[in-house]
């Protein structure tokens, strides 16, 4: 719901509006709520001096789930055989892996229904804000013109999660289903949170004051000589505070109050005394940042005859991050332009089909402040630490290692643009060409006595080329039929010329490795050569490979996350009332894994009882001969894991073979793409017969989202390349629309 006010006299106007907005999810439990205001207030001070003083604000209230509870993900990997109720209307409890039991031995697998965790677990998302700004612009002269700008923005987030002790998140780490032992029981004792369930909690509150205030001189002479010199200065101070807490003993339905969790446990009833502090004292945190941001900027442009302008902008920023190198804390940004309106030339005066036609050449050198490093060492209580109940003292952990001596990331832009409308601007073009060359900070490991396993070094380099092309044709216009489209592509391919980061086997798989004259986004994989014959188990190549210097040595290169050319096509049909658009998105020049088979992360790989799997499951290896590439349930062979090739810079460590299997080439395919995003028709009611009713518009439309996808890669059968998951669900809707 939406409510406009405008009203006011010459001095003064004001345009308020209000909202609001409710919206019901597709599964139950995840619900919006969402209220904001508007309001601006324009006040003429005589003929040179306006004032503007704008305000909005605004709540938003979420409420979803929490803690692995999804419907959506529960009926896509969960077995159909399962009902949700009993024939007497009571839930339907099936058996799900989780956590070892520290009360029953040999217990891994609980009670579980996804609606019993719907009641029982829940997350809720507040946040409020509002903002005011005031913003004087004083024409002192005809050519000299200044503008203030005073703003204050404040923003809070309230979140909190939960899951009581019916929960099956809560039994797994009971150990126990509730209520199935007696009180004081040597299973209770053993249990490491016998009474309750868990809450967390967090506040987030960011204020930010700015203040900029600039000088601009605007002048034209003799008609065709036209300067503007602008400068200006900014201060931005943004204050980030807040904390978050996690308590275990919740007792949601009991005032929302707290059971103690015991400090000390005694697993399947031994008499040695198990720390159990991280239950019984749960974790918190503060947050405490503020970020001061200083820039000077200044703007030069000058045009002749409409026809030729050039442009200079240069602009210094100061950071507090480099607080130890004052050196670091200023890093000057320029960059330079000129624009040739071909189209206004005299010599096209006579081209009746040309109506514009603009180049543009820029260069310019940007620098950013990396927020996520401080150029000191900062460290977190690590709480008490010791060996049983002895040696016991208190510990600092390193949450981020100090930088004094990394700056800012630097980088280099050329540009190439053009810019061309014909044919009384039925034809428009945009066509711009890029290169940047950037100096960025880069992951690398360091030894572990450092406090951590890596830290941000800097030294690498990488260059980045593409275009973008966005282009609008009216092929058909006559008084009852129109038909446009709109088409827009872009392209971007990056390489890194330097390096200076150290890759491990995990990024070489996962696409994070940055490898010299290879672009960004690369990832590798497993050669598969055969399933072992005895048991089923995959094999790879390159595995006995000696003195290998990188995992490059035996891994073999497999493409890149990110497409080489995304674009989307845009198409109008219309016929008198009648107005039917159709929106495609495309992408080419991309792989991506196919979902795993075994997942290795829950039970070793094998399927649990409770778990919808694939279907290429039933082609699996079963018996010596089999001729396929599935391999068998783990379980049935002994060889799970195994050790890669030695290399000189990576760390050797076991790897799964299945795990290794769904990082193998085989699982790799083309992402190459064609998706209709939209479907819609739209009818237009009759104006004529609308002014009879006082109504200035009424307009009936049905809109299908997702409708269908084409998918060069048969392997992906079915399955949606852009989210490696389920299709992209498709949402239909009628909408209703009139204004008076």
């Not at 979140?159 to 099956?168: G, L, V």
């Not at 180049?359 to 620098?367: A, D, E, W």
Request: hydrophobic residues 30%; glycine residues 8%.
């Amino acid at each position: 719901h939406n409510i406009s006010i405008n009203g006011g006299s010459e001095k003064i106007r004001n345009r308020t509006s209000f909202s609001i907005n409710q919206e019901k999810g597709e599964a139950k439990g995840n619900d919006l709520l969402s209220i904001s205001m508007v309001s601006n207030t324009e006040v003429r001070l005589g003929e040179k001096l306006i004032v503007n003083l704008l305000l909005n604000g605004g709540m938003r209230k979420v409420e979803g789930f929490a803690y692995g509870v999804d419907p959506f993900t529960y009926a896509y990997n969960t077995s159909r055989i399962f009902p949700a109720y009993n024939e007497d209307g009571t839930y339907y409890y099936h058996e799900k892996w989780g956590e070892r039991s520290y009360a029953i031995n040999n217990k891994y697998s609980y009670n579980y229904n996804v609606l019993n965790e719907l009641s029982n677990t829940g997350s809720e998302n507040n946040t409020k804000n509002w903002n005011t700004t005031l913003d004087l612009n004083w024409n002192i002269c005809s050519s000299i013109r200044y503008q203030g700008v005073v703003s204050y923005a404040s923003s809070s987030a309230e979140t909190k999660k939960y899951a009581t002790e019916r929960s099956f998140y809560i039994t797994q780490y009971r150990g126990y289903e509730f209520g199935s032992v007696l009180p004081n029981s040597e299973e209770e004792k053993s249990a490491r949170i016998p009474k309750g369930g868990l809450l967390e909690t967090g506040t987030t509150v960011v204020e930010t004051i700015t203040v900029r205030n600039s000088l601009t001189y605007d002048q034209l002479f003799s008609d065709k000589h036209r300067t503007l010199f602008q400068i200006g200065l900014e201060t931005n101070s943004t204050k980030t505070t807040g904390g978050t807490n996690k308590r275990y003993g919740y007792l949601k339905d009991r005032g929302e109050t707290f059971a103690n969790v015991p400090q000390t446990i005694y697993e399947n009833g031994s008499t040695y005394a198990q720390d159990n502090s991280d239950y019984a004292y749960g974790a918190t945190s503060v947050l405490n940042r503020k970020n001061n941001l200083l820039s000077a900027y200044a703007q030069a442009v000058y045009t002749y005859d409409e026809r030729y302008i050039l442009n200079f902008n240069a602009r210094v920023d100061a950071s507090n991050r480099f607080g130890q190198d004052k050196n670091k804390r200023f890093e000057p940004n320029w960059s330079a332009g000129i624009k040739w309106r071909v189209g206004n030339e005299i010599f096209l005066g006579n081209c009746n089909w040309l109506n514009s036609l603009d180049l543009t050449v820029s260069y310019g050198y940007q620098g950013n402040s990396v927020e996520s490093v401080s150029p000191y060492l900062i460290a977190v209580d690590g709480g008490l630490f010791g060996i049983g109940n002895y040696y016991q003292s208190y510990v600092l952990r390193v949450k981020s290692l100090p930088y004094p001596n990394l700056g800012w990331e630097k980088t280099k832009t050329y540009n190439l643009g053009l810019d061309i409308a014909l044919l009384n601007n039925r034809l428009n073009a945009t066509f711009n060409y890029y290169r940047k060359n950037s100096d960025v900070l880069s992951s690398r490991d360091v030894p572990y006595e450092n406090g951590m396993v890596n830290c941000v070094v800097s030294g690498s380099e990488m260059e980045n080329t593409g275009y973008e092309f966005v282009v609008e044709v009216v092929p058909i216009q006559t008084k009852d039929f129109t038909w446009k489209l709109s088409l827009n592509s872009s392209s971007t391919r990056n390489k890194i010329t330097k390096n200076n980061r150290g890759n491990t086997l995990d990024d070489f798989l996962s696409g994070k490795a940055v490898v010299k004259g290879k672009p960004f986004s690369t990832f590798y994989s497993y050669k598969f050569k055969e399933l072992d014959q005895t048991d089923g188990t995959p094999l790879f190549e390159n595995m006995d490979i000696e003195s290998a210097e990188t995992p490059l040595d035996y891994l073999v290169e497999s493409g890149k996350f990110t497409p080489d050319f995304s674009g989307g096509l845009n198409t109008m049909l219309k016929y008198k009332n009648w107005t039917l658009y159709a929106l495609f998105s495309l992408q080419w020049g991309g792989n991506g894994r196919l979902p795993v088979l075994y997942d290795t992360q829950s039970n070793g790989g094998v399927p649990t009882p409770e778990q919808n799997v694939s279907r290429k499951l039933k082609d699996r290896w079963r018996n010596a001969g089999d001729q396929t590439i599935i391999p068998s349930v783990p379980g049935i062979g002994q060889t799970f894991m195994y050790l890669p090739p030695k290399t000189g810079n990576d760390y050797r460590e076991l790897k799964n073979v299945y795990e290794s299997y769904n990082n193998s080439d085989l699982r790799v395919a083309k992402t190459d793409m064609i998706r209709c995003n939209s479907l819609s028709l739209a009818y237009e009611f009759n104006q004529e017969w609308l002014n009879k009713w006082h109504v200035n518009r009424m307009m009936l439309k049905a809109t299908m989202m997702n409708p269908f996808m084409w998918v060069r890669d048969k392997k992906w059968d079915g399955i949606d390349p852009e989210t490696g998951n389920w299709p992209t669900r498709r949402v239909t809707s009628l909408s209703f629309q009139i204004a008076f």
